[in-house]
């Protein structure tokens, strides 16, 4: 999505961005460490504005994947959702910090801090593709869980807790915490 850095003014102006399959290949690495499907390729609302030389851009991205949930592995579709807000300046002559920088200034006329919150940005016309893949990854559910109060499977024969029950004792250990209230305890009774 390029963003034309001379028609961002003082007054905020509303892009609307919709990704595709190839968006999807090109720019997210997003949620490499679980199998998914996209089922609702992203939407995302940006809006910019001009803060003396600097440009804000915010937004917010709406998605939906179908996945594994990690506890009782039924397969399940869960809306991926997120929002960002980052401050890009101005490069002019400083150095990026790393060749990284370097190279995305040079493709994509932005690079990114750590945080994504700021960044700087050179020329007239910016690709802010980079910024809406990072929304997207850290959007990405980590551990997917169908649902709060999924019971997950029982380790040991493997039935769905959430539809039947088994006989299998419960070998959870004991929280290490609860050692801990103990010993606090016993600390308090004896002071
Ligand atoms: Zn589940
Ligand atoms: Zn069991």
Request: one cysteine or more; charged letters at 30%; hydrophobic letters at 35%.
């Amino acid at each position: 999505m390029k963003l034309s850095v001379d028609r961002v003014a003082e007054a905020p102006t509303e892009h609307h961005f919709e990704a595709d399959a190839d968006w999807w290949r090109e720019w997210t690495g997003a949620g490499e460490d679980y199998s998914y499907a996209v089922a609702e390729w992203p939407r995302f609302e940006v809006r910019a504005c001009a803060q003396g030389e600097d440009l804000a851009l915010e937004g917010s991205l709406d998605a939906a994947i179908d996945v594994e949930c990690s506890r009782c592995l039924k397969r399940y579709r869960q809306g991926v959702r997120g929002s960002f807000g980052v401050t890009l300046e101005p490069i002019r002559d400083r150095r990026p910090p790393d060749p990284e920088s370097i190279e995305m200034l040079e493709r994509f006329g932005l690079c990114l801090g750590d945080e994504l919150d700021s960044g700087w940005y050179r020329g007239k016309e910016i690709l802010i593709d980079p910024l809406l893949a990072e929304a997207t990854a850290v959007a990405m559910p980590f551990q997917p869980v169908c649902r709060d109060e999924c019971m997950g499977l029982c380790p040991q024969c493997g039935v769905d807790r959430n539809r039947a029950s088994c006989d299998c004792k419960d070998q959870r250990p004991e929280s290490p915490f609860a050692a801990l209230a103990v010993l606090q305890k016993d600390a308090e009774e004896s002071s």
